[in-house]
């Protein structure tokens, strides 16, 4: 029985309200490994998706989670019911525009600095 507490199922919850899975992981998969798998399968129609897993944030239960802990440190008591769908909510982060870093390097370059004597 303990082999089944092991798997967890997980959805995908994107910014538009919908889903990718749910998909049968084990406890031990890591974060990282969970944002790989959300990349292979991240629909191809939608628009400004995420290109690395430096892009996408995953929050469960009010919390990001990191991508060096395994989806069994992420598990919360409260939320987690056994042989559930585990909603995984993710939020993709856009990569800066070349016209904001060329903005940026301008402000830099033309800062003032006054000394009073």
């Not at 959805?11 to 969970?34: C, M, N, Q, V």
């Not at 129609?45 to 990191?66: C, S």
Request: hydrophobic share 35%.
């Amino acid at each position: 029985m303990s082999g089944v507490q092991d798997q967890l199922e997980i959805k995908f919850r994107l910014i538009d309200g919908s889903d990718i899975g749910p998909e049968s992981f084990p406890a031990a998969t890591s974060i990282a490994r969970l944002k790989e798998s959300l990349l292979a399968q991240w629909p191809k129609d939608k628009e400004n998706g995420p290109r690395t897993i430096k892009d996408v944030k995953l929050i469960n239960a009010g919390k990001i989670l990191e991508n060096n802990r395994t989806v069994g440190e992420c598990r919360s008591p409260l939320c987690d019911i056994p042989g559930e769908v585990t909603i995984i909510h993710v939020v993709v982060q856009p990569p800066p525009l070349e016209k904001e870093k060329e903005v940026s390097n301008e402000q830099k370059q033309n800062k003032c600095v006054c000394t009073i004597l």
